[in-house]
């Protein structure tokens, strides 16, 4: 008989099949495209193109400890130690081809999507002119209003379709509309489920350790579109769901004692290192920005739809709706504390983190600290610096919590 | 002091002196001031609607205000626009416009609404897919609304006809540049390297019609100027976002060099293309964006800023290249990788120097500049 199999175990199969299957097609002779995290990966599943991600292999190198010998050779390239840690990562991979952490094929075309930064843009524009292939850019401009508005949906709308006819070029066929719709379908499925796990965390005790966001945010990325990653998701979602209702924290040896959200992305050379300082000291991460990165709704067929939900990813948001997210996460989540990642790759995400923090402690009142850090990079970490903020906002958390109890 | 110098004289003091020149010229025409984010804003929009569009692009500031919303490791020059709008410099300008060319603008917009709110904010989008029908058509749509917020906040009402106008007067402008940066070149001495910034720096602070009429008066006199002998001088092409501080451009002129041309953001980038001359206004103004090539903050598929420069570099015979990398400043950063191949590839001497718009010492940069001219020589 077949043992069931965890959604741990089954989220490391996938990747593995994943990185494999790309192997395979590029083999057959399929196109590979190298694409951004979240990009309209709908649209290239459809075209029958094996999509591959840049971000996923460099975090992915960064947490097997392999980026340093990449982002020094990046560097040697004339690559500034002051731009984006995951793109020296993977221009220098785009040439060397070979890392212990694992490895993916060349791209045949690139895909980029600037909802989550312009860096993209150039960092992309390098590839496609280095491996003299196309490049799709799908530009999402940045919503300065609240909301996302007409005119930007209405100019995403108009690229979606200029890339339909750009895949069918590249391809020498026809787009298929019928796999377009089950892409959507698909990877509407996997988003709900996706968000619905990570909500599970909202109970208390949380049954999440919230850095398990970070592991399974590689399968989302690759595997929205199938329904390998759709299943997965659920189960994810069923054995949380599970553990919460019998009253189960994140861990087994310990107490969930502080329920706090991590602004920004991972420290992946320091994962298990900013891990286990939090757990020190009985620190639960149980959510992050990451939950709604992927929850790109809408419905099926329907352009507009799909051109809002990827534009309306919060860091492509102005700030006044950044704050609004963090305030609401804060409530939903039961929050005692944020930490803010100063991610020296990202300048996106820091340029608006000290007037989000000020504005998000003045209307919920909760401690937070920042640490400087980096995705990618070993050498922008300090742990002693990062374990000294987090016991200055354990100190925060508890005085708040004795205030509280009288 | 002969026309020439005087011209020069004033231009150079309008340059240097920012603030005082844009309360003189907004005294003199009796017009509002709209401040323009880097790299591009709409400018003849605004000069359409009777106001003067403000150049922003930094300056010598020395405080720490701007420590409150920007980390360390944020470009010099939006770190010298925050800590300006936070003592409260640009309250004579009547609006702003803020672009989101990179990440970096993006966020300095976000955190200005918050810590100016007295200023009024009308920001601009330029679509990356400028090229492509979806970008033209949304680029039409952001400049009329941009038209709208100017014309609420100027309290005016812009016609057609005066932005056609507009159009003509700064493709008049751009083209008078081109011919003036060449002109330039046949006068070494006249113009050196600190001189010719300058003169092409005072148009930010200028209406640009009395900057036109300057620039026209100066090509007048100067084509019929037997040219001064460049003779021992190393012709270089300055690229990047800009080349302040000044006294950068000193140790060019210290060690010998002639700017013969530059590929620079906040000089050349801005006039070396006209839009086509037809069409309506907005299609005139999204083709021209649509045209410019070999800018690090426009989308460019091709890449083809190196190509760009060694065209340059053989049209103005050119001894070497200078890539002046405002630090932080990731657009840039990103190109020169491609850019020290491309040149290397054809054997053109390449200088790379990290800058920052305020520093405390030159001296390193003195160094290589020296070292530089030596190598050349």
Request: proline content about 4%.
């Amino acid at each position: 008989m077949e043992s069931i199999k965890t959604s741990k175990q089954l989220l490391n199969e996938l990747l593995e099949k994943h990185y494999a299957e790309a192997f395979l097609a590029k083999e057959r002779g399929d196109l590979v495209a190298w694409c951004t995290s979240i990009s309209p990966q709908e649209l290239l599943t459809a075209s029958g193109i094996y999509a591959l991600y840049p971000e996923n292999h460099a975090a992915a190198i960064g947490a097997r400890k392999k980026s340093e010998e990449l982002i020094q050779y990046a560097e040697g390239k004339g690559y500034s130690s002051d731009i984006c840690s995951y793109a020296r990562v993977n221009l220098a991979y785009m040439e060397v081809l070979d890392s212990e952490a694992g490895n993916i094929p060349k791209p045949d075309l690139i895909f980029c999507c600037n909802n989550i930064c312009n860096t993209v843009i150039k960092w992309y524009e390098n590839i496609a002119k280095e491996l003299g292939i196309p490049m799709i850019l799908f530009d999402m401009p940045f919503n300065h209003e609240y909301e996302v508005n007409g005119q930007n949906v209405k100019y995403i709308k108009r690229q979606l379709l200029e890339a339909i006819e750009n895949l069918e070029t590249i391809t020498g066929k026809k787009f298929d509309y019928d796999r377009f719709g089950e892409v959507m379908k698909i990877s509407r499925e996997t988003s709900v489920w996706w968000k619905e796990a990570s909500l599970q965390a909202r109970r208390k005790p949380s049954p999440l350790n919230g850095f398990d966001l970070f592991n399974y945010m590689a399968t989302i990325v690759c595997a929205r579109g199938t329904i390998e990653g759709r299943d997965l998701f659920k189960l994810w979602h069923d054995e949380l769901k599970e553990k919460g209702e019998k009253g189960l924290g994140p861990w087994k040896d310990q107490e969930e004692k502080y329920r706090v959200m991590w602004d920004g992305i991972a420290c992946w050379p320091y994962l298990g290192d900013t891990y286990k300082v939090l757990k020190k000291y009985g620190v639960n991460m149980v959510t992050s920005t990451y939950p709604d990165s992927w929850y790109i709704v809408y419905d099926e067929n329907d352009l507009e739809g799909m051109a809002r939900a990827y534009s309306s990813n919060y860091v492509n948001r102005n700030l006044d709706f950044g704050v609004d997210n963090i305030t609401k996460i804060v409530l939903d989540f039961e929050l005692d504390g944020i930490i803010y990642h100063s991610n020296r790759s990202c300048k996106f995400m820091d340029f608006r983190q000290f007037e989000v923090q000020r504005k998000v402690a003045e209307r919920t009142g909760i401690p937070s600290v920042i640490f400087d850090g980096d995705q990618t990079d070993p050498r922008a970490f300090s742990l002693a610096q990062y374990e000294t903020r987090v016991q200055a906002l354990v100190e925060m958390m508890e005085k708040r919590k004795q205030e509280d109890r009288g | 002091m002969d026309r020439v110098s005087e011209l020069l004289q004033e231009l150079k003091t309008i340059a240097r002196n920012p603030r005082k020149s844009i309360e003189t010229t907004l005294k003199n025409s009796g017009k509002k001031g709209v401040g323009c984010f880097p790299v591009y804003a709409p400018e003849e929009l605004i000069y359409a609607a009777d106001a003067i569009p403000i150049g922003m692009w930094g300056g010598p500031t020395k405080g720490n205000l701007s420590d409150r919303y920007l980390q360390t490791f944020c470009c010099s020059v939006m770190k010298a626009n925050t800590e300006q709008a936070l003592l409260k410099q640009y309250d004579l300008l009547s609006a702003v416009i803020m672009t989101t060319f990179c990440d970096t603008l993006k966020c300095v917009m976000e955190n200005w609404k918050a810590a100016s709110p007295q200023l009024k904010i009308i920001p601009i989008v330029y679509p990356q897919n400028r090229k492509a029908s979806s970008g033209i058509e949304f680029f039409k749509e952001e400049l009329m609304r941009v038209k709208g917020e100017l014309e609420e906040i100027l309290k005016c009402s812009v016609e057609d006809h005066r932005i056609q106008e507009s159009i003509d007067l700064y493709d008049r402008y751009r083209r008078a540049m081109g011919r003036f940066v060449k002109e330039m070149n046949n006068f070494p001495i006249t113009f050196d390297a600190v001189t010719r910034h300058l003169v092409i720096k005072a148009s930010y602070f200028m209406d640009k019609k009395d900057y036109l009429q300057k620039v026209e008066e100066l090509l007048g006199i100067l084509q019929n100027r037997s040219p001064e002998s460049s003779s021992g001088k190393k012709k270089v092409i300055l690229s990047g976002l800009m080349s302040e501080p000044e006294e950068l451009l000193h140790l060019f002129d210290e060690n010998g060099f002639q700017v013969v041309a530059d590929d620079l953001a906040h000089e050349s980038r801005q006039f070396r293309e006209s839009g086509p001359e037809e069409g309506d206004w907005q299609t005139r103004m999204a083709q021209r964006v649509a045209q410019q090539d070999g800018c690090a903050f426009l989308y460019d598929q091709e890449k083809t800023r190196g190509a760009g420069l060694l065209r340059m570099k053989e049209y103005y015979k050119a001894d070497a290249v200078v890539l002046i990398q405002m630090k932080f400043c990731d657009p840039e950063e990103f190109d020169y990788p491609i850019l020290k191949e491309e040149l290397a590839s054809e054997r053109v001497p390449l200088l790379y120097l990290e800058i920052e718009q305020q520093m405390d010492s030159l001296e390193q940069l003195r160094t290589r500049i020296q070292s530089f001219s030596e190598m050349l020589a």
